[in-house]
């Protein structure tokens, strides 16, 4: 199998460079180009309305996509992508992964996960399972250490 567009998610954390090795060095494999994605949760969806009688949520969301859209160009610049490649959605993070390897016609999509397991898991959830169980594109799942 070959790969020409790979899409790599990644949450700004300092394993992220994990996940950006790998979907670097599968992309160099493949000669495939490379798209990196870092989703942000709305704080409606994390807080629901509790900030939504102040109007709060929405400007916090743009600050913070601003905050995120600068650290991941930062990123892309130093691994040579261009910033065209890369995007900064607010929305629940694994539709957000799912719709936009569908829009890039992704062959690949590249995403780490904490391993969690159990009550953990179930209560904190996994963008992960949901892009693994939600596509129809491959997914290289990395374990972060």
């Known amino acids: 199998m070959s790969y020409n567009r790979i899409l790599a998610a990644i949450d700004l954390s300092k394993e992220s460079q994990q996940i950006i090795s790998k979907a670097k060095e599968t992309a160099d494999t493949y000669g495939a180009k490379l798209y990196l994605i870092s989703a942000i949760e709305p704080l409606l969806l994390v807080y629901g309305d509790i900030l939504s009688n102040y109007g709060a949520y929405r400007s916090i969301d743009n600050e913070a996509k601003e905050e995120v859209k600068e650290r991941l160009m930062a990123i892309c610049k130093d691994i040579g992508i261009s910033s065209k490649n890369c995007f900064?959605?607010?929305?629940?993070?694994?539709?957000e992964i799912k719709q936009r390897a569908f829009k890039l016609k992704s062959d690949l999509i590249v995403i780490g996960t904490h391993g969690r397991k159990g009550i953990k898991k179930l209560l904190l959830g996994s963008t992960a399972n949901s892009v693994l169980n939600g596509t129809k594109t491959d997914v290289q799942v990395i374990k972060i250490n």
């Open 88 to 95: 900064v959605p607010i929305g629940n993070p694994a539709y």
